[in-house]
Antibody, heavy 124, light 111 residues
Framework: QVQLQQSGPGLVKPSQTLSLTCAISGDSVSSNSAAWNWIRQSPSRGLEWLGRTYYRSKWYNDYAISVKSRITINPDTSKNQFSLQLNSVTPEDTAVYYC??????????????WGQGTLVTVSS | QSALTQPASVSGSPGQSITISCTGTSSDVGGYNYVCWYQQHPGKAPKLMIYDVSDRPSGVSNRFSGSKSGNTASLTISGLQAEDEADYYCTSYTSSSTLYVFGTGTKVTVL
């Protein structure tokens, strides 16, 4: 059973960088049959896919256009985890952030396992 | 990229069947058989209930079923139970640069 454990601060000041980490158990960040995502949820924006990283002989990243200029998702193979960095945050980035796995056992790549969620508040 | 449209709320009595719709466009729901449905209880992470329009993950009750017609996908819950009371979200792959779009969410109430 895949388990995802998130960690990181719950309060970030405006204009600073939001950083979260997602530790994986039961799978590998380097798996050729998975992709590793960040998704956020807020009352104003609902559920919003932010981006993903995955390995297929080399590392790939995809990012949502809404955050593409501010986001970085990095794998850490030594610790079997991946991270989210979102730069220049504003109060609009306040949300519950989830890490999640996509299983690539079907061509639809469903998001099948989620972390516990981290409420991140952007406030001075 | 606009969110997929779902009814804000749907309700039913125990034992009844309810259906939740999820309307998109030919760039997402209508163009691909990559619709998923998630159940979310308060304070919890979403749980995958349906993938690829109508497939159920192992462990999900067969009371949950999915279908699609044109640009609209649907989730049907039959034999409604108290534990089904939750928020439900659809999602689809999209040909836009965002890759994935979520629905607006539907609150299911068991009367």
């Amino acid at each position: 059973q895949v388990q995802l454990q998130q960690s990181g601060p719950g309060l970030v000041k405006p204009s600073q960088t939001l950083s979260l980490t997602c530790a994986i158990s039961g799978d590998s960040v380097s798996s050729n049959s998975a992709a590793w995502n960040w998704i956020r949820q807020s009352p104003s924006r609902g559920l919003e896919w932010l981006g993903r990283t995955y390995y297929r002989s080399k590392w790939y990243n995809d990012y949502a256009i809404s955050v593409k200029s501010r986001i970085t998702i990095n794998p850490d193979t030594s610790k079997n985890q991946f991270s989210l960095q979102l730069n220049s945050v504003t109060p609009e980035d306040t949300a519950v952030y989830y890490c999640a796995r996509q299983g690539t056992y079907t061509s639809g790549w469903p998001i099948d396992f989620w972390g516990q969620g981290t409420l991140v508040t952007v406030s001075s | 990229q606009s969110a997929l449209t779902q009814p804000a709320s749907v309700s039913g009595s125990p034992g009844q069947s309810i259906t939740i719709s999820c309307t998109g466009t030919s760039s997402d729901v209508g163009g691909y058989n990559y619709v998923c449905w998630y159940q979310q209880h308060p304070g919890k992470a979403p749980k995958l209930m349906i993938y690829d329009v109508s497939d159920r993950p192992s462990g999900v009750s067969n009371r949950f079923s999915g279908s699609k017609s044109g640009n609209t996908a649907s989730l049907t819950i039959s034999g409604l139970q108290a534990e089904d009371e939750a928020d439900y979200y659809c999602t689809s792959y999209t040909s836009s640069s965002t890759l994935y779009v979520f629905g607006t969410g539907t609150k299911v109430t068991v009367l």
